[in-house]
Nanobody
Framework: QVQLVESGGGLVQPGGSLRLSCVAS????????MGWYRQAPGKQRELVAL???????TYANSVTGRFTISRDNARNTVYLQMNSFKPEDTAVYYC???????????????WGQGTQVTVSS
């Protein structure tokens, strides 16, 4: 069984920094695209950043220049370095990955359980 486990959320002041991590584990053949989404109260879930297996990246306009996504393919891990926080960055952050399991050899989309990031002074 494949699962994504996130870590690194918490309370941070405006202008501060945090780093999120997400590890994919289980019977994995290959991990393709990995990304981070977020959902603020009363809002729809939105893409924050995406990184391909080949390390191409995409960012939401709202985080460009402040957040950096990276990954370690050997460890099936994706990171999100978040700097210069704004109050509007407050949300639950979800890890997302497209993974081909060993068992099915059919790519599926997986989600982490979510980690809360709160920006407040």
């Amino acid at each position: 069984q494949v699962q994504l486990v996130e870590s690194g959320g918490g309370l941070v002041q405006p202008g501060g920094s945090l780093r999120l991590s997400c590890v994919a584990s289980g019977s994995i053949f290959v991990v393709n695209n990995m990304g981070w989404y977020r959902q603020a109260p009363g809002k729809q879930r939105e893409l924050v950043a995406l990184i391909t297996r080949g390390l191409s990246t995409t960012y939401a306009n709202s985080v460009t220049g402040r957040f950096t996504i990276s990954r370690d393919n050997a460890r099936n891990t994706v990171y999100l370095q978040m700097n210069s926080f704004k109050p509007e960055d407050t949300a639950v952050y979800y890890c997302n990955a497209r993974i081909t399991p060993l068992t099915t050899r059919s790519e599926n989309q997986y989600w982490g359980q979510g980690t809360q990031v709160t920006v407040s002074s």
